[in-house]
């Protein structure tokens, strides 16, 4: 058996071929790029070239950019350049985030992807570039916005790579040679997806990538699953570019940068919940700006104050006033949304067709990084009923149900604020204990129906009868205690106890038609006669009564003198 060997020699002439055709892929790879790039010489900085998106993003002619050096360009000093890439390194970042200036004067923030290439036996700095800026604005739209519920997006990834028409990677960003497990990225040149991604998006990939190959058309802004080298799923917005042969007729392979976009797509997510919670929750939401401008409202709030939101939006909440709180209210609101960040408290406010509603309401302040107020959020939660409720078991609690007079507990806290009144000004105090003559047989003979209408008629005779800052009360059955002030001499206080007894002895006239008569006994403590027994006024005057009772009827009895008729 012959064994033939067949030796072939690679010539001066093919390397150079080779270099050559290696040097053509960059070369379109970098002229056709959508992205800014530079090739700088590391050694002196000078822009060596720049493709057209270079020139057309920092609007010079193509000879105009590479007559610069790259310091005109960033606008960081050597000192803050250094700390970047210091900071960078220890970030384990592939990119840096600079100041570039435009020809116009203009600053933008960008992102430089950078990495060292060698052309024509030159070694330079091949960088791409990345205009950060509307990001970097959007990303602080978004957290001024959404800063209980958004997390914001501290440092973007790059996946930067190059494939030939096979699929198969050419070059790549050390970032996506992390996530796949690649120590360095020329360990993935060569490599398909299905041998670097799980075969779930490694099937996306390959998809979304055969009408570039096929029809030469660039796919932007696709957002796709990925999964980073912890094995934990994100996304990534993904935009790829043919790139076409010299005579730009076929396509030799594709460019594509995918960022990672897992927390704005999270934050995304968190806005639509934000929005449901925002529309759908009981209570009415209001945002006004730093100066009280009213920015936005749910639909809560509109159903709450009767106005669409059309009509609230750039308002003040001056419009919902209703008068019921005075300038020191306000005051005291300010006070503590200044001092504590946060208010809370019922408000009465009015609706658009005029009626009053009662408010309970949450104001907190949101303050930007340096502390000014950014904005405020109040909720509002309609207690109207519940306050009417409140009042309707208070009235119950403190008045009688049957004569709407002040029953035994709410007349004992009258009468000592009377009386503390009375030790303030020096001036006498009457306390009263009234019990109508010959109430029984009323209900015994026309039952408790005419008793009731009978006491209810009592007692609106007895308010009458007194004065603005008097009270009468009832105490229980046909039993009324009355506080009379404003007693100027012994003579005031028999015409106003004399206008009581006639008062009640006129006659009454029951639904059925008939009149009946009664009368009432009146037992009078005096004070401050009784200062030291002030306890004792009410008790000395229910005694006072019943000598009243005893001596005729029809009459009243001071503690402590003779009997007096009617």
């Given at each position: 058996?012959?064994v ?40 002196d ?29 960033n ?30 004067g ?6 430089v ?45 790059d ?19 992390d ?41 932007l802004n ?10 934990e ?59 009280g401008?009213?920015i936005?409202?749910?639909?809560a709030?509109c ?10 939006i750039?308002?003040t909440?001056?419009?919902?006033k ?117 109430f029984?047989?009323v ?15 009592a ?6 009868c ?16 009355l ?84």
């Amino acid at each position: 058996m012959k064994v033939c060997c067949v030796v072939i020699k690679t010539t001066k002439a093919q390397k150079q071929n080779n270099k050559k055709e290696a040097d053509n892929r960059y070369r379109v790879l970098f002229s056709n790029s959508k992205i800014p790039m530079l090739l700088i010489d590391p050694v002196d900085g000078v822009i060596v070239d720049a493709n057209q998106s270079a020139c057309d993003y920092y609007g010079y002619l193509h000879q105009q950019l590479t007559a610069l050096n790259i310091n005109a360009i960033n606008q960081l000093s050597d000192i803050e350049i250094k700390a970047e890439m210091h900071k960078a390194a220890t970030q384990k970042r592939d990119h840096f985030f600079f100041i570039h200036k435009l020809a116009d004067g203009s600053l933008r923030d960008v992102e430089v992807h950078s990495g060292q290439l060698k052309i024509d036996d030159k070694q330079l700095l091949y960088s791409i570039i990345h205009d950060i800026t509307e990001r970097r604005a959007a990303e602080k739209e978004l957290k001024e916005l959404n800063r209980n519920f958004i997390t914001l997006l501290d440092n973007t990834s790059d996946f930067v790579y190059f494939k030939d028409r096979n699929s198969r990677f050419q070059f790549c960003s050390q970032t996506l040679a992390d996530i796949t497990g690649h120590s360095h990225w020329q360990d993935m040149v060569g490599k398909h997806d299905l041998e670097v991604f799980p075969p779930d998006t490694a099937k996306i990939y390959y998809e979304e990538e055969q009408p570039i190959f096929r029809e030469g058309v660039a796919l932007l802004n696709r957002v796709d699953p990925y999964y980073d080298e912890q094995g934990e799923k994100g996304w990534v917005s993904t935009s790829k570019w043919p790139v076409f042969d010299e005579n730009r007729v076929d396509v030799v392979g594709l460019f594509g940068i995918s960022r990672d976009v897992t927390a704005q797509h999270k934050a995304q997510e968190e806005l639509k919940i934000a929005a449901s919670v925002f529309q759908n929750i009981s209570e009415g939401v209001m945002i006004t700006d730093s100066k009280g401008k009213i920015i936005e409202v749910n639909q809560a709030f509109c159903q709450l104050s009767g106005y669409s939101r059309d009509e609230i939006i750039g308002r003040t909440p001056n419009f919902l006033k209703s008068g019921h709180h005075d300038a020191s209210f306000f005051q005291s609101l300010w006070d503590s949304l200044n001092d504590n960040r946060y208010w809370q408290g019922d408000i009465w406010n009015r609706r658009k067709d005029g009626s009053i509603f009662a408010c309970r309401t949450c104001i907190s302040v949101l303050t930007d990084e340096e502390g000014k107020v950014d904005c405020y959020i109040g909720l509002h939660s309609d207690i109207t009923a519940q306050l009417q409720h409140f009042k309707e078991i208070e009235h119950l609690a403190y008045y009688d149900a049957l004569t709407e007079l002040p029953n035994r507990v709410l007349f004992a806290d009258r009468l000592n604020q009377t009386l503390a009144v009375a030790d303030r000004d020096k001036t006498s105090v009457a306390v009263c204990f009234l019990d109508l003559d010959s109430f029984k047989p009323v209900n015994d003979n026309y039952g408790h129906r005419a008793g009731d209408l009978l006491l209810i008629e009592a007692a609106n005779r007895l308010k009458d009868c007194i004065r603005a800052g008097d009270t009468a009360a009832r105490m229980g059955g046909d039993e009324f205690a009355l506080t009379l002030t404003q007693l100027t001499s012994e003579v005031d206080l028999q015409h106003a106890l004399d206008r009581i007894l006639t008062s009640i002895a006129q006659p009454f006239t029951l639904p059925i038609g008939e009149t009946i008569c009664v009368s009432a006994s009146i037992g009078v403590c005096l004070y401050p006669r009784y200062h030291n027994k002030k306890s004792q006024l009410l008790r000395y005057a229910d005694q006072a009564m019943y000598e009243a009772k005893a001596k005729g009827r029809n009459q009243y009895f001071i503690h402590g003198t003779t009997a007096t008729d009617g």
